[in-house]
């Protein structure tokens, strides 16, 4: 396998569910990304962690939960959403640790699309 | 307060025809801008980067442009075809740990 993979590619909840997203590169990259995309409304960048290590989370709420055990997963747990939380969630890769970069190039999966009833 | 502007509405042109999308931002100062395509219900595709010491990018068929001073960048297929049909977005250096911010993206539609 290569790129980024996404599973699974569609979701359906209800609210008072327990559900988690998985996402897997096999690219070699230190640094992985979720973001969120709403109809209408540019890629929002929820989490980012870099040689497994969380370092940027942009206030998201405790319903999503990131975890990161190894620089080649990234898993998003989903606790109790909200029907407002129905989007596409992409993960994404990158090759470059730290503040500056020289491309910041992201490669991403094919998404998440999830449904909260 | 900071924006990346993209045409909301979608752009339709005929096949051979050259595409321009805009990208205009307020309250940046990328070092680099990137450009990337995406399909319905498919992740985005990295197409094209370029920095702000660079004017003008080109890579087969698709050229972007750079003006630091206008806050611009446009993008361009020339030749274009309805396999060129998809959203493309723009993506700047913001601030913060690799932070790429995006815009909403312009539908290319392109008629046979």
């Known amino acids: 396998e290569t790129g980024v993979t996404q599973t699974p590619r569609h979701l359906v909840m209800g609210m008072t569910n327990k559900k988690s997203l998985k996402c897997e590169q096999h690219?070699?990259?230190?640094?992985m990304y979720w973001y969120k995309q709403s109809a209408k409304k540019p890629l929002e960048l929820m989490f980012v962690?870099?040689?497994?290590?969380?370092?940027e989370n942009n206030s998201v709420p405790s319903r999503f939960s990131p975890e990161c055990p190894n620089s080649s997963h990234l898993f998003l747990h989903l606790h109790t959403l909200q029907p407002e939380d129905s989007a596409l969630y992409l993960c994404?890769?990158?090759?470059?640790?730290?503040?500056?970069?020289?491309?910041?190039?992201?490669?991403f999966g094919e998404g998440s699309r999830l449904t909260v009833l | 307060s900071q924006k990346i502007e993209q045409n909301s509405e979608a752009l339709n042109i005929q096949e051979g025809k050259t595409a321009t999308l805009t990208c205009n931002y307020t309250?940046?100062?990328?070092?680099?801008l990137q450009w990337y395509r995406q399909d319905p219900g498919r992740g985005p595709v990295f197409l094209l980067l370029?920095?702000?010491?660079?004017k003008e990018k080109r890579k087969e068929r698709l050229k972007v442009t750079f003006d630091t001073t206008l806050k611009q960048s446009l993008f361009h297929i020339t030749a274009s075809q309805p396999a060129d049909s998809a959203t493309y977005l723009c993506?700047?250096?913001?601030?913060?740990?690799?932070?790429?911010?995006f815009g909403t993206g312009t539908r290319l539609l392109v008629s046979p």
């Open positions: 962690y870099s040689l497994e290590e969380r370092v």
């Open positions: 993506a700047l250096e913001g601030t913060g740990f690799q932070k790429l911010v």
């Open positions: 370029i920095r702000e010491n660079e």
């Open positions: 690219l070699g990259h230190n640094a």
């Open positions: 309250n940046y100062s990328p070092a680099y």
């Open positions: 994404a890769s990158s090759q470059v640790v730290g503040a500056t970069s020289n491309t910041g190039e992201l490669f």
